[in-house]
């Protein structure tokens, strides 16, 4: 699962991203209001952590903006700003938490996963092809029933090509939503990353899930042909 932080404290920033990122999500970061509209319009996350105090584009204006986009989005607000009716202010434009500054990271991650359990049972539930089967909550991979264990990264790119499943996706488009935007598309790092999914997913069993289409990316097909 894909979250943005938008926050322009940088020790905060970097704090929340190392942990989230620890915890197995992928984290994109945005130090004002009108970064974060922008990758927000770009990518397709499963949360925002928005910070309300935001240089450019305040958080309180953020949030209608991006409410409008995407009405199930989980939006969790973080502030410095302790009032009553701040925190009714975010409830009331659209946030679906608050949280008051400072934090501890064991409080951000439970009400982060309080609010993609939401997700859930709006419609994010298990990824399925064939006999494979991912739960995007529980971050487990099962293939005939047996269970499959995967790196933070080997899941998140098979979360991608399940999402996307019977459908070619191309290197720069498994990069744009695997890695982050500083990652260097013309390495093999995607096709190492195929081969590790391949030797774990497919390795075994006579249909073969993941396949190359040659000289535009892969796809990952449900059906036999």
């Known amino acids: 699962m894909r979250i943005l932080v938008i926050e322009d404290e940088s020790k905060v920033a970097n704090f929340v991203k190392k942990g ?17 509209f922008d990758k927000f319009r770009a990518a397709d996350y499963d949360l925002v952590l928005l910070d309300l105090m935001l240089p450019k584009i305040t958080g309180w204006e953020l949030i209608p903006l991006l409410r409008k986009r995407k009405p199930t989005l ?11 009716e701040d925190r009714v202010q975010g409830l009331n434009l659209g946030c679906d938490d ?26 994010t539930a ?5 006999d494979l089967v991912l739960d995007p909550l529980k971050r487990k991979v099962t293939r005939a029933g047996k269970s499959i264990d995967l790196s933070n990264k080997e899941f998140a790119l098979l979360e ?22 500083s990652f260097d598309n013309f390495t093999n790092v995607v096709d190492v990353y195929i081969n590790y999914l391949r030797n774990k997913v ?24």
Do not use: C
Request: aromatic residues 8%; proline residues 2%; hydrophobic residues 40%.
């Open 98 to 123: 608050y949280l008051v500054k400072p934090f501890s990271f064991a409080e951000l991650l439970a009400r982060i996963q309080v609010q993609l359990r939401r997700g859930v049972a709006l419609g």
């Open 160 to 181: 991608y090509l399940l999402r996307n499943k019977d459908e070619i996706v191309t290197r720069n488009m498994i990069v744009e939503n695997v890695w982050d935007s």
């Open 202 to 225: 497919d390795r075994g069993f006579d249909q073969q899930l993941i396949h190359t289409v040659r000289g535009v990316g892969y796809t990952l097909r449900s059906k036999t042909e």
């Open 20 to 36: 989230l990122e620890q915890s197995g999500y992928e984290v994109d970061v945005a130090v004002d209001g009108e970064e974060g």
């Open 126 to 130: 298990e990824l399925r092809a064939a």
């Open 74 to 84: 989980p939006i969790l607000a973080v502030t410095a700003k302790t009032a009553v």
